[in-house]
């Protein structure tokens, strides 16, 4: 079992930044891909971003969507993955989650464990 606690989400202007971060319990994160998805309201859950296990060197992966504004990255010392978020959007408002798969993917049936997610809110 794996347990992920999602902290940062918060309200941002158009422009702005913010940076998430989701702590893992549980069993070796360093073996686990983890992801960042998305769902705004009425939308389905979206894939935003993933970072793969030391197994396949920390290899990253963007919805294009966020390609160049947000960055992906992992401290396996602290058991935490971030998603640090640029030049945020109105777009980008939504309830952000954090995931943890056992390979390298951007669909989120391939994640087996997930946090409560963090909002976030873009107002232009």
């Known amino acids: 079992q794996v347990q992920l606690v999602e902290s940062g989400g918060g309200l941002v202007q158009a422009g702005g930044s913010l940076r998430l971060s989701c702590a893992a319990s549980?069993?070796?994160?360093?073996?686990?891909?983890m992801g960042w998805f998305r769902q705004a309201p009425g939308k389905e859950r979206e894939f935003v971003a993933t970072?793969?296990?030391?197994?396949?060197?920390?290899?990253?992966n963007y919805a294009d969507s966020v390609k160049g504004r947000f960055t992906i990255s992992r401290d396996n010392a602290k058991n935490t993955v971030y998603l640090q978020m640029s030049s945020l959007k109105p777009e980008d408002t939504a309830v952000y989650y954090c995931?943890?798969?056992?390979?390298?993917?951007?669909?989120?049936?391939?994640?087996?464990?997930w946090g409560q997610g963090t909002q976030v809110t873009v107002s232009s």
């Open positions: 970072i793969s296990g030391t197994w396949n060197s920390g290899r990253t």
């Open positions: 549980g069993r070796t994160f360093s073996d686990y891909a």
């Open positions: 995931a943890a798969s056992i390979r390298l993917a951007v669909v989120a049936a391939a994640y087996n464990y």
